[in-house]
């Protein structure tokens, strides 16, 4: 059964799933509908709302559509960037060329794939997605090398799932925003209050621990059960994948290229750069980390293990192809969010959610509703920024503790990430599959997986 929903979903997107662009322009055309229906705000207001600058007729002085979270885009594309020149470091490449060549079959490449880029997704988002994308296709190449058969598409899937644990692990912008008073301030409104939230009530909660733990066993073990039947397995070859060449370092001679070349120079950076976060966890406590801290720490590591300014600077060159689709798309995710928040369409979603939520099910529905969002706005942050007080509000009126209530949000975004294809686009790119070969074999394990999200929730 669950291959035959696989193979459904997978011929199904193959034929109806468009490029991410397009997808973006029609979601945003579904939410000016949207905004007209449910709110009975005519597309005109629903216009100066997604540009940002214009509600009721009237001039803001901030920018709340389009351009409203270009400093928070920086903050995705260093950490994707950051995560991908790790990636790329030589050490840990050659890591990945050793593990793929031990991989027995094509089952077990599935299962190493899915748990290899869930536990870096848990470290650091960018990371997971950066990992499970190179590894995916090395295993690809690797099995084709080596004459196993193996359904590429479905190895693809697995280096994609980093993204269905991100937000319970070290990265999840939601609890690493309400760590600090200064941070909730930037998503919650002046009149709801809220006192900042260790980690450990969110990310190292019993919920969150019991969640990954079910994710990290079933997710590799429903993946296998999609594998389809020896007839239709498509290998490596049929995608093309992007050339891995070594990225280019600096070459020749004299004092320009020795300094290119500089450990020295890349280890005081590094030094300078491990010493400020060890100055300032010792002062804010492990709780506060943020993803500036995150994204800090992983530029140090990458430097360290490039050896040099010139290589690392060339790795950041190369990742930063990887960061289009973010650049493009992000503005208008941003003009939808300005568009739910402006005209009041997220709070009809939300309080909709809250009136007909009890203590009991506050989770699972709240899980179901950022789900929902997600679809229109895929970043955590950015989401939470709209979501996040009416979630908070009402955990507050159902007395539902607060690190569930976050939890409950973290989960329903990360587990659509699974049907929005806009996190996936630097996978592609690195893999040479389509959205289309990817989504269908994701949204059934988004469907397969949704238990173990919603049992946890009503359990604690």
């Known amino acids: 059964m669950i291959r035959r929903l696989a193979d459904a979903l997978s011929r199904w997107s193959a034929r109806w799933v468009p490029d991410p662009f397009v997808i973006v322009i029609l979601l945003t055309l579904l939410t000016v509908v949207l905004v007209w229906w449910l709110t009975g705000r005519d597309p005109i207001e629903a216009l100066g709302a997604w540009g940002g600058r214009i509600q009721d007729g009237e001039l803001l002085k901030a920018e709340r559509g389009l351009w409203s979270l270009l400093a928070f885009a920086m903050q995705m594309c260093l950490t994707l960037v950051t995560g991908y020149a790790l990636a790329a470091a030589p050490a840990v490449r050659r890591g990945i060329a050793r593990l793929v060549d031990h991989v027995p079959t094509a089952r077990w490449a599935i299962v190493v794939t899915a748990l290899v880029a869930m536990i870096t997704g848990l470290l650091n988002w960018g990371l997971g997605l950066i990992v499970g994308a190179i590894l995916a296709r090395d295993m690809g190449r690797s099995l084709k090398r080596r004459g196993i058969r193996a359904h590429y598409p479905l190895i693809g899937a697995a280096g994609y799932t980093g993204l269905l644990v991100w937000h319970g692990g070290l990265s999840g912008s939601a609890p690493l925003k309400i760590t600090r008073a200064s941070e909730i301030a930037t998503v919650l409104p002046p ?208 007395g539902v503790p607060m690190g569930k209530a976050v939890m409950a949000f973290c989960y329903g975004d990360q587990w659509t990430n699974m049907l929005q294809p806009f996190w996936a686009l630097p996978l592609l790119g690195i893999t040479g599959l389509k959205v289309g070969d990817l989504i269908g074999y994701t949204a059934a394990l988004m469907i397969l997986v949704a238990p173990l999200f919603i049992v946890p929730l009503l359990l604690f």
């Open 191 to 398: 009149n709801l209050h809220l006192d900042p939230l260790p980690l450990s009530e969110t990310i190292g909660s019993p919920l969150n621990l019991t969640v990954a733990a079910l994710l990290l066993v079933g997710v590799p073990l429903a993946l296998v059960l999609m594998s389809p039947r020896d007839a239709h397995v498509r290998e490596v070859d049929a995608f093309a994948p992007g050339d891995d060449a070594a990225i280019a370092l600096p070459v020749g001679d004299g004092p320009a290229r020795t300094l290119d070349r500089s450990f020295l120079l890349a280890a005081l950076l590094a030094a300078a750069a491990l010493g400020y976060l060890g100055m300032l966890v010792s002062r804010v406590g492990f709780g506060a980390i943020d993803l500036n801290v995150i994204n800090l720490f992983f530029l140090a590591v990458g430097l360290l293990l490039h050896k040099s300014p010139g290589a690392y600077s060339a790795a950041i060159g190369e990742a930063a192809r990887s960061t289009g689709g973010i650049l493009l798309q992000f503005p208008f995710y941003a003009g939808i969010m300005g568009m739910m928040a402006l005209t009041g369409l997220i709070g009809v979603l939300a309080h909709a959610v809250g009136d007909a939520a009890s203590a009991a099910s506050f989770g699972p529905l709240t899980f179901l509703s950022a789900g929902t969002v997600n679809l229109f706005v895929p970043s955590g942050g950015g989401q939470f920024a709209v979501q996040g007080p009416v979630v908070i509000e009402a955990a507050h009126q159902l």
